[in-house]
């Protein structure tokens, strides 16, 4: 069984920073992708950063600049710092992984984190 833990949410004023991790524990396949999306309240899921092995790195364009995604694949840990925060990042956040065997591509989904950004 996988289990993805997050931690790092929290209320934030605008202008400011937050660190998420996410820790994947478990047996599971080879990983291909450690990410993060979100979802805002009536909005759906959207992807937000992700690491791909090798070093690729992926952004929405709504957080390029400000936020850096990093994986340490010795603790299968992916992080996801958030600078400049702004109102419209208020969202559940969402570590993804995906890992695969052969030609099956698995998703894992962890609890979700919230994160306000607020005054």
């Known amino acids: 069984q996988v289990r993805l833990v997050e931690s790092g949410g929290g209320l934030v004023q605008p202008g400011g920073s937050l660190r998420l991790s996410c820790a994947a524990s478990?047996?599971?396949?080879?990983?291909?992708?450690m990410g993060w999306y979100r979802q805002a309240p009536g909005k759906q899921r959207e992807l937000v950063a992700a690491?791909?092995?090798?070093?690729?790195?992926n952004y929405a364009d709504s957080v390029k600049g400000r936020f850096t995604i990093s994986r340490d694949n010795a603790k299968n840990t992916v992080y996801l710092q958030m600078n400049s925060l702004k109102p419209e990042d208020t969202a559940v956040y969402y570590c993804n992984l995906k890992t695969s065997w052969g030609t099956s591509v698995f998703d894992y989904w962890g609890q979700g984190t919230q994160v306000t950004v607020s005054s």
């Open positions: 690491a791909a092995n090798g070093g690729t790195t």
């Open positions: 478990g047996t599971f396949f080879s990983i291909n992708v």
